[in-house]
């Protein structure tokens, strides 16, 4: 087959083209150079607050529970103010009432049990928890595993006994009430020991290496189908309260106090720790005086 | 071939040339398909991949902020061997910086760079909206890489941001031998195909060439045939050559059909001829 010089000619061409698609293609290929795209981030506009406001919390979980479950409720709190709500972490319950009493925060996520035992004209309960039942209780539990021999509190004899910090209701409970109600004393207990949080209590009883323990209800919940049993309940007791101190910004009090009554009929409070994600009431201090008479000074 | 045919576009060339022509640019425009969507894969999987790996480093990061809340660490300390670790269990990490809400470098795998003020505003959309990001970039210092920016923080409380560069040469290495792994396929393929093409297209145009090489042992004038195929295919010259046929036998009927009428007037005038003469040879008898 003789070729002619057209087809010479276009073969040549398509050759020519071919090799210059190739090297771009090859650089195109080859360049994978792509920036940031902020375009849709810009957008977002940030908003501007009048001032911080710090929010102290008892350490009753590890400090990354609490910013998960508490982190939430400041964002939600300085969304519908002006303010912005942080959190100040602390390492102890004490630490946190310190913050409080030394005017560091405006408000603190308290326990009731140190709440009624640092009760005094500088602190003053301004809301507290409804449970899911709406009702401004809470209970503390006691738990096991699932299939442990442990049915009633009478079978903690000779049993060792995981409990939360003792400035919590919940490490006090069994002690102080329910032993006594079962002819049971602390020497009847082989081991009793305090974790810093509830967490922690749940965390031993599942490993085994205590057979029972003491946690707030909702915490029982949230392992209730993960191999935690409730062997039994105590009686309610007044939620959690929020305090303030004489210190607090009256201002930044109310429009905190305002925002958490409102929030009962948020859905977007789901993501809240499971204790304040049914909403709050208005709290006083009387409503823990039944709580102090019901915890005798010493054991 | 014929020789009448040799320096124009046979129609076994304008197969080749056309439909290898279109099986060269569907090959072509296959294998860059293939080419970006194998590259966009490489990229997506390269950037998730750094993008977890960062997901991964905040948590510690961001306990070390907490833990500097609740008791008094030497937080630069603690994140400084903090990411020097990180850099040392993975080889394709070119840095880690950690970035405070006041866009200084509170940690760095290069320690010479802690403390420096950073404003970039990519730092502080990202460290503002919360949202983790990332890019493909070239920097003089450590080449080609993919930088992530991760906020670091939980819900709406932000501590900073941490940006990790991991090197993009390995990707960029697999995106080359890609290329030509799939040039060469290519250009293997579309010389195959026009291989088979070629033996096809002989196959396809033999009996025409055939009946060709016949017609050319015909008596035909060769200039009046050549000017006839200028520029045509075998098929059109065929077809020329068909229509100086049916000329030349349409010439041939109408020159039969003029002699025939010239025998018949010609026989008519032998018959008058051979009537006068009788005719005459009758008067010629009868006078006698």
Redesign the interface.
């Known amino acids: 087959?003789?070729?002619?010089k057209?087809?010479i000619g276009?073969?040549f061409i398509?050759l020519a083209v071919?090799t210059a698609?190739?090297f771009l293609?090859?650089f195109e290929?080859?360049d994978?150079?792509?920036?940031?795209?902020?375009s849709a981030?810009?957008n977002?506009s940030?908003k501007k607050y009048q001032d911080t406001v710090y929010i102290g919390v008892v350490?009753r979980f590890t400090?990354?529970k609490i910013?998960?479950g508490y982190?939430?409720i400041?964002?939600y709190l300085?969304e519908k103010s002006n303010y912005l709500f942080?959190?100040?972490?602390?390492?102890s319950y004490r630490q946190t009432l310190r913050q409080l009493n030394q005017g560091k925060v405006t408000a603190a996520f308290f326990g009731s049990y140190i709440f009624i035992k640092e009760m005094n004209g500088n602190l003053k309960a301004v809301l507290k928890p409804l449970d899911e039942n709406g009702k401004p209780f809470f209970r503390s539990a006691l738990i096991v595993k699932e299939n442990s021999d442990i049915y009633t509190v009478k079978n903690l004899a000779g049993k060792r006994v995981a409990l939360p910090s003792p400035m919590a209701f919940s490490g006090n409970w069994l002690q102080k009430i329910e032993l006594k109600k079962f002819g049971l004393s602390d020497s009847s207990l082989k081991e009793i020991k305090h974790f810093n949080y509830h967490n922690s209590v749940v965390r031993q009883v599942l490993m085994g290496n205590f057979d029972a323990g003491v946690v707030k209800d909702r915490v029982a919940k949230e392992f209730a189908e993960k191999g935690i049993r409730v062997v039994a309940y105590s009686e309610p007791i007044p939620g959690s309260p929020i305090v303030i101190s004489r210190k607090s910004d009256k201002a930044k009090v109310n429009a905190l106090v305002k925002i958490l009554l409102a929030s009962k009929n948020d859905k977007s409070v789901k993501?809240w720790d499971p204790e304040f994600s049914f909403g709050f009431v208005k709290a006083k201090n009387e409503d823990y005086l039944g709580l102090k008479k019901m915890i005798p000074e010493r054991n | 071939m014929s020789p009448l045919l040799k320096s124009h576009f046979a129609l076994r060339t304008r197969i080749l040339l056309f439909t290898g022509s279109v099986i060269t640019v569907i090959m072509i425009v296959s294998s860059a398909a293939i080419l970006f969507s194998w590259r966009a894969l490489m990229l997506e999987n390269a950037v998730r991949s750094a993008e977890d790996i960062t997901k991964a480093f905040a948590i510690p990061a961001i306990k070390e902020f907490i833990r500097n809340e609740t008791s008094n660490i030497l937080i630069e300390e603690e994140l400084g061997s903090l990411v020097n670790k990180y850099k040392s269990e993975d080889s394709h990490i070119k840095f880690i910086k950690i970035v405070n809400n006041e866009n200084k470098i509170i940690a760095h795998t290069d320690w010479r760079k802690v403390n420096f003020i950073e404003i970039d505003s990519s730092d502080i959309i990202i460290n503002k909206t919360g949202k983790l990001i990332s890019a493909v970039l070239s920097k003089s210092e450590y080449g080609e890489i993919i930088e992530t920016v991760c906020p670091l923080h939980i819900a709406g409380k932000k501590w900073g941001v941490m940006k990790v560069g991991f090197s993009a040469e390995s990707l960029q290495a697999k995106l080359k031998d890609l290329y030509f792994m799939l040039f060469f396929s290519t250009i293997f393929v579309i010389l195959g195909a026009l291989t088979v093409l070629y033996f096809i297209s002989a196959r396809l145009t033999k009996a025409l060439s055939e009946l060709i090489e016949i017609l050319e042992h015909l008596d035909f004038d060769v200039d009046q045939a050549k000017s006839a195929v200028e520029g045509k295919n075998e098929a059109q010259f065929l077809f020329a050559k068909f229509e100086e046929m049916r000329s030349r036998l349409r010439r041939s009927k109408e020159e039969l059909i003029n002699a025939q009428k010239q025998i018949y007037q010609a026989e008519k005038l032998a018959s008058i001829g051979r009537l006068a003469s009788g005719v005459a040879q009758l008067t010629k008898l009868t006078t006698r």
């Open positions: 087959m003789r070729i002619s057209k087809t276009f073969v398509a071919f698609a190739a293609l090859y290929v080859t994978i150079s792509r920036n940031f795209e902020l981030l810009k977002q940030v350490s400090p990354e910013y998960e982190q939430p400041m964002d300085s942080e959190l100040k972490l602390s390492s993501d």
